[in-house]
């Protein structure tokens, strides 16, 4: 039978789908299913949230929404939801295949599965994590890695970072990029002016995007912005995100700061502001210690804002030659990346020529039709089994 055209079940992990709070996981769950039911409309799908879900993100007619409990937002819930209570739904509901995107997926379903690993930040940054979730990512990744019946990640640093640690086959995994969310780009002058006045009373800026937590490198960051001021810059500094975890380090470093009254904390900023915010701002400092992609990257490249990020991890694959890449881990290179990308022009121009043209590379569609072909390997990989 033709997996194309055949009528389907399908399980999905959907509870990262939560109203007010879509983040990096949560996004590229969005944007892939939003896509992915229209792809096959033959299907069933069904979508198991771990509580009461929006209807909003039932995306399509031949979607179902289940709610699952208990709501998974801890490691021992994590675990009955994933490895319990999900493959006992799994199994009622008879779905044919089931799909992750956020890389822990159910186990133990008995239907081929599919999923989609970013990043291993919990291997390679261990102490910024509480050991119970160290401990739990350690022991659920490795299984899911290793007994999903296809894999995909988000980028070849990623894809490497898999085969090296739990030993899969490079060319079996899929590479399934992130994209550009619908409403980034560039913004016009008089528009940029109402978006500095409302956050930094009308200086220019730069901006940083992202969940506030180590592996972001904040604390380095707000480090080399004292030192771009004292060395004579004026620009201010807007951290656009909700705190995240481990913060302490981060806001004595904050305290200690001679120019802390120029950065400016935005907390959680939904999806049309976050835009205007990105757009508006002089250019885009993202200098994590380790990154499985970078989507902030692109998405400041689609507004048309000159980019300093890190030379580590995915980033470079991602920026290609479209940034000013420094060392995460020097606060003098940081902050001389600063004074370059703001003091020549000639250098600002063409990074934002360069950075439209990257962002053109990634498609959320392309990614959609991605995962469908991965669905396909793995109905197919059923029926072998069926058959033997």
């Not at 620009?235 to 975890?245: E, P």
């Amino acid at each position: 039978m033709n997996p194309y055209t055949q009528s389907t079940t399908i399980g999905v992990n959907a509870r990262l789908l939560v109203p007010g709070r879509l983040e990096g996981l949560g996004w590229y769950t969005f944007e892939i299913l939003r896509r992915l039911v229209t792809l096959r409309p033959k299907a069933t799908w069904i979508f198991y949230f771990d509580r009461p879900f929006d209807p909003s993100f039932v995306f399509a007619d031949n979607v179902r929404g289940v709610v699952i409990h208990p709501p998974a937002r801890h490691p021992i819930l994590w675990h009955i939801w994933m490895a319990m209570n999900v493959p006992r739904a799994v199994r009622r509901d008879k779905c044919d295949v089931v799909l992750s995107l956020e890389g822990l997926m159910p186990l133990s379903c008995h239907v081929p599965s599919v999923n989609v690993i970013h990043d291993l930040g919990f291997v390679h940054e261990p102490s910024h994590l509480p050991w119970m979730v160290r401990a739990y990512y350690d022991y659920h990744f490795r299984r899911a890695a290793r007994e999903a019946t296809v894999l995909g990640t988000i980028s070849e640093w990623s894809r490497a970072d898999v085969t090296q640690r739990y030993g899969r086959d490079p060319s079996e995994m899929f590479l399934v990029p992130n994209a550009i969310r619908d409403g980034f780009e560039p913004l016009e002058e008089r528009e940029q002016d109402i978006v500095r006045a409302e956050l930094t009373a009308g200086r220019r800026y730069f901006v940083h995007v992202g969940l506030l937590q180590p592996r972001k490198n904040i604390q380095r960051l707000m480090q080399a912005y004292d030192l771009y001021r004292k060395r004579g810059g004026n620009l201010s500094l807007v951290l656009a995100g909700r705190k995240g975890w481990a913060l302490a380090d981060m806001e004595r470093t904050f305290e200690s700061l001679e120019f802390k009254h120029d950065i400016h904390f935005t907390g959680y900023v939904e999806d049309k502001r976050l835009q205007r915010i990105v757009a508006s701002a002089e250019a885009l400092v993202f200098v994590p210690t380790y990154e499985g992609f970078g989507v902030p990257v692109i998405e400041a490249m689609a507004c048309g804002i000159p980019v300093v990020a890190s030379r580590t991890s995915s980033i470079p694959e991602v920026a290609a030659s479209a940034a000013i890449l420094v060392d995460p881990m020097s606060v003098l290179d940081i902050a001389q990346g600063m004074i370059d990308v703001t003091s020549d022009p000639v250098l600002r121009k063409n990074l934002r020529e360069r950075g439209l043209v990257r962002a053109k590379d990634f498609s959320w569609n392309r990614s959609a039709e991605i995962v469908n072909a991965m669905i396909d390997v793995a109905l197919r990989s059923g029926q072998t089994s069926s058959q033997r």
